[in-house]
């Protein structure tokens, strides 16, 4: 069929299937804020849009006083970016999508945009197209590749005059947005477009339904593109492809629609910060905590790490994301392609998920149980019910419950030779 350019019509086309079956994925947050690398990648907003206080100590601490942002760009200089093995940490970390700053709200665009003219990646900073290199090791690596692209930057002057016009006139869209979301697509050919920076402006100002339509029905990646819901100030939740809502959204009950969380390892930033500190960061058994929700209520799982402005994934995050993947490399079978079973969690305890793949279901267990007895509620036994563990040789005893769920006798010796990891996984093979 032919999309037309209205809600109705884009909202019903099916999400390419590879999306839902992908589950995990790495977000990377990478750009000139990577430079002074200190709050957040908000940081020049922070400073010059809302002069605050600490912003500007930290300023007249560091660098001279008459810095202006654009001279964090020479600084930004990706030396040490080695986008293959970039991918290798993806890979091993479990991800099966990898989505990308292309350009964040300061408007400074990681490929060669014909319309940023000096403030994009090849004429200053690293002189690379960061978005073509990493996009042909992803490609290399089998790893599907997003782009994340800000409709909105906060101190284009096409913008502002836009804003003031009350988004009455659309310079800034077809001289900037709109030229550079074709450019990715037909340069880049991406499988997932993540849109951000949609807030302050309605849909008649973004033009974003033209684009889809035409995305959807005459781009090269047609047939496979996936987008998320931020291309209006009140789209998100309502249209595009699948939800996002807001950031670390967790929506408590199984949604009707498809969605995404994302998540950051460093809890109180998406960009690299080179003050953040131990605590700040997620610890293994949160990440896992997360993904498991995450998928039981049918969604994918973003979890997000900030390069330094040389290109390097810090080792306590690439520990963080081996760590995912060491417990994917068990467990992956309960979530990659598998579909929200009809209870997602037991007795509303948040220790126990539910996934399933046809008539297998699988309990995920954050806490190893005290008596190594699992006892669980939701799933009905029969004559016929067989029970492993995954990771783990052999089959389980079991035996009925006093209600009418099942009680699991797990193996004494933990199923893994490292310490206590978090999150274990029993499939249960005939039941109800």
């Known amino acids: 069929p032919r999309y037309r350019p209205d809600w109705a019509s884009l909202d019903a086309r099916p999400l390419p299937a590879w999306f839902d079956q992908a589950k995990v994925g790495v977000f990377v947050h990478w750009g000139v804020f990577s430079v002074p690398a ?16 600490d912003y500007e100590r930290f300023l007249r ?30 890979q091993r970390a479990g991800a099966r999508y990898v989505v990308l700053t292309t350009k964040h709200h300061e408007g400074f665009t990681n490929w060669g945009s014909p319309v940023s003219w000096n403030w994009n990646s090849l004429d200053t900073g ?29 101190f284009n002057p096409l913008y502002l005059a836009d804003k003031e016009s009350g988004f009455k006139t659309q ?20 499988d ?28 090269p990646v047609k047939d496979v593109v996936v987008v998320n819901d931020r291309w209006c100030n009140n789209c998100s939740c309502h249209h595009g492809g699948y939800y996002n809502c807001a950031d670390k959204y967790q929506p408590g009950t199984l949604p009707a629609h498809k969605w995404e969380m994302c998540s950051s390892i460093d809890k109180l930033s998406w960009g690299y910060r080179s003050n953040m500190n131990i605590a700040e960061l997620m610890d293994e058994a949160s990440i896992i905590g997360e993904l498991v929700q995450t998928v039981s209520f049918g969604g994918n799982y973003l979890l997000n790490v900030g390069p330094t402005k040389e290109g390097v ?43 399933s793949k046809g ?16 006892e669980l509620s939701s799933p ?16 389980l005893k079991w035996q009925k419950s006093s209600g009418k769920g099942l009680l699991i006798t797990l193996p004494y010796m933990l199923p893994s030779p490292l310490p206590p990891q978090s999150g274990w996984t029993v499939k249960l093979d005939g039941v109800n």
């Open 61 to 90: 601490r560091r660098y001279p006083p008459d810095t202006t942002y654009a001279d964090f760009a020479p600084h930004f200089t990706a030396h040490d970016f080695q986008p293959r093995e970039w991918a290798q940490l993806f």
């Open 171 to 190: 310079d800034f869209v077809l001289r900037k947005t709109m030229p550079e979301l074709y450019d990715l697509v037909l340069k880049y050919k991406p």
């Open 359 to 374: 008539p297998v279901v699988y309990a995920i267990f954050l806490i190893w149980p005290r008596d190594n007895v699992l």
């Open 313 to 355: 994934i810090v080792p306590i995050f690439q520990e963080r994301l081996l760590a995912l993947g060491r417990w994917l490399d068990t467990n992956g079978e309960a979530i990659y392609e598998s579909k929200p079973w009809r209870v997602q969690m037991e007795n509303s305890t948040d220790t126990v998920w539910y996934t």
């Open 192 to 219: 997932l477009i993540w849109s951000d920076g949609d807030w302050e402006a309605p849909e008649s100002y973004w033009n974003s339904t033209s684009f889809l339509a035409w995305l959807y029905n005459d781009s």
């Open 380 to 395: 009905i036994p029969s004559p016929a019910t067989q029970v492993t563990m995954l990771g783990f040789a052999g089959t």
């Open 38 to 53: 200190w709050g957040s990648e908000w940081f020049w907003w922070h400073w010059r849009g809302e002069h605050r206080a």
């Open 126 to 154: 690293p002189r690379r197209d960061l978005v073509g290199e990493l996009g042909q090791a992803l490609k290399e690596s089998n790893i599907r590749y997003g782009l994340y692209h800000s409709l909105l930057e906060w």
